[in-house]
């Protein structure tokens, strides 16, 4: 026999970080296996999508369930959305090429927490696979031919977020003349540069791929660099829009800009240092689940039948919201980040306080 791995501790993760249910669901003979994390339902049903990832062992892909769904929790609260956080991982290979099975299996476990859990699409899967979802649950979205590609949302919103930046950080919210060094021109990347250009915006940008960082130089006038020297570029606005992780020691040492505010998820290293750190060097950042939270908006808005116009309106509004955050930072001299998460929890609690008892 094989030598056990180490267990996991379940109800001491959940406890740890508040979950409410964690659901495990096997269809050997479709090749699934299931996890779907709630995290909280105060607000509204858990929303948020499927991972399908090979996670080295059990473990990891319970961690990363249960790490994804709280944070949708906060995306949900913070947007001002009537939703709670949940996420889901299949644990397998993503270019599975036989994926009904897998999917219809998913959408069966979906479907058993009866409207307490809704997906959508992640890293790993498409409006495609959420169609085969879709034939064993009505609670799924971002399927084909509904709210489409959220990318332009997604941008929209971090357009507005970086506008909101230069307001608290130079006294104005035009982008007129000011340089953003972009990573990542991805799809949410290439239409954040397509909307700062728009605005006159002097744009300096990386991409792994040379054919991304081509068309923005073509389309946007923007300058190129290699994709380890974006973090050198003296400039006005960092903004991050490719892997997470990316603000480390190391990288905030060289950075040259008096804003961070991107599309990408978990842009700190350590949320509580890397955090703190760019408080203290004086680097306005913008908490990286409040201003990407345009996919979320884009998601809700396909369950409520918005137009793309709405859904852009909608996160239009996280301005606002950065706008509060950053107030509430300087009052109390606290980094940007802590006084986000201390108004999506305060949102959840007041929520809390109202529901009846029995």
Known sequence: MESAAEP????????????????????????????????????????????????????????DALRLARGMTYKASIAGLPLGGGKSVIWGDNHAERREPIFRAHGRAVESLGGRYVTAEDVGTSPEDMGFVRMETEHVAGLPGRSGDPSPVTAYGVYRGIKACCRVRYGSDSLEGRHVAV???????????EDLAEEGARLTVTDIDPGRVGRAV??????????????????DVFSPCALG?????????????????????????????HGLALHEKGILYAPDYVINGGGLINVFGELQ?????????????IYDTLLHIFELAKSEGIPTGIAADRIAEERILAAKKLQPVG
């Open 218 to 235: 073509d389309e946007f006038g923007a300058s190129a660099v290699q994709a380890e020297a974006i973090f050198d570029v003296e400039a």
């Open 305 to 317: 039948g918005w137009s793309l116009e709405q859904s852009k309106d909608k996160a239009g509004h």
């Open 183 to 193: 990573q990542g021109l991805g799809h949410v990347g290439h239409s954040l540069c």
């Open 8 to 63: 996991v501790d379940v109800f001491g993760l959940m406890k740890e970080g508040g979950h409410e249910q964690l659901v495990f669901w096997s269809e050997p003979e479709s090749g699934y296996r299931g996890i779907i994390a709630v995290h909280d339902t105060t607000l509204g049903p858990a929303l948020g999508g499927t991972r399908f990832w090979d996670y080295p062992d059990e473990r990891s892909a319970v961690l």
């Open 245 to 273: 992780a990316v603000l480390n020691d190391e990288t905030i040492a060289r950075l040259g800009v008096d804003i961070v505010a991107g599309a990408a998820n978990n842009q700190l290293g350590r949320s509580t240092a």
